[in-house]
């Protein structure tokens, strides 16, 4: 009796601390620890974005710090809206103050991360990483922007709220540069590459998009470029600023020519690849009017990892561009409602393995329980 006593005594205490344990702190901690910034910090094919990469150097610094070269990374933060435009390299300063504090404070919650103030491993790791050019704080939240309560709506627009006004339903045209492309891109790849971005747009929306030949009377111009091309807006490098473009109705649409770019990442190999669907998909949500979205998973949320694709409207996006332009006709939200969903909730079975397991626990120590009372 002794022996059978131990032995449940023993299955009991295995199934609770292997099942019934959590183990989210540790998840939590691994997340935003400094091993969290390698990734970023790590050269893609011998190439990399300098002056982000050397960003690692303000990792843990707070208010008060003086770091050298501290003034490039406060030029980042304004260039994507969380400074005040400075033109003069000479009037920002290697000082961390209050006002960059501020600056630290809005960029993390705009971008979901931990709200410290500081630029630790989480935040180094965020402002390092590929991204759009377009700035985070263009926008203003609508119906449930980021500055809205409502935390399950992130999405936010341009300044005014810009929209293409063509009525409902509306065509709007697009075409590609003949001259500023990549040449290791088969064009018929490219091309069938916008397609499927344009179609997952007006699959939600009253709006459709047709090519047309370039000929500067397109709505949408497509186009590779390397550096400086005459809007303002220099690129930057390779795993910089991916792309950029602009709000209704001027329709440029640009693309970092430095980038490699992927439509197939079973053919590209370079680790630095970069998914162009993924891209154009983020950047035709700015074209119809939409600014970033503080929710990760969204399609506008404003970076992208290479190698990495992103390409599926979330509810987020859906939302925010609905609010625009109203809903296409043949569009459920419920669908997409019970699709992510479904995604979201894929531990399910893990969770049924705990709930089971308690279960067993118990029905265990009921049997110990009944054994001790034998006679």
Known sequence: ????????????FFCSVLFIRPCVHA???????????????VEYD?????TWQDFTRFLDAGVGAHVVGMSELKRYFSRFGYLSPLPAAENLTDVFDGNFESAVVRYQNKLGIPVTGKLDAGTISAIMAPRCGVSDEDGHGGGGG??????TRHYAYFYGRPRWGRGSPSTLTYAFSPNNTVSYLDPGDVRATFRRAFSRWSAVIPVSFEEVEYNGAADIRIAFYRGAHGDGEPFDGVLGVLAHAFSPENGMFHLDGA???????RKEKSKAAVDLESVATHEIGHILGLSHSSVKEAVMYPSLSPRTTKAELRIDDVEGVQALYGSNPNFKLSSLLESENSSNHGGAGLRGIRR????AAMWTAAV????????
């Not at 009796?1 to 009991?12: E, V």
């Not at 980021?146 to 935390?151: C, K």
């Not at 980038?259 to 990442?265: A, G, K, L």
């Not at 089971?356 to 279960?359: E, Y």
């Open 1 to 12: 009796m002794r022996a059978l006593f131990f032995f449940f005594f023993f299955l009991w």
């Open 27 to 41: 998840r939590i901690l691994a997340e935003y620890s400094l091993a969290a910034v390698q990734p970023a910090t």
């Open 368 to 375: 110990v329980l009944a054994l001790l009372s034998c006679p």
């Open 46 to 50: 011998d190439v990399s974005n300098a």
């Open 259 to 265: 980038e490699r770019w992927s439509v197939d990442f």
């Open 146 to 151: 980021y500055h809205s309560l409502r935390a």
């Open 356 to 359: 089971f397991s308690a279960a």
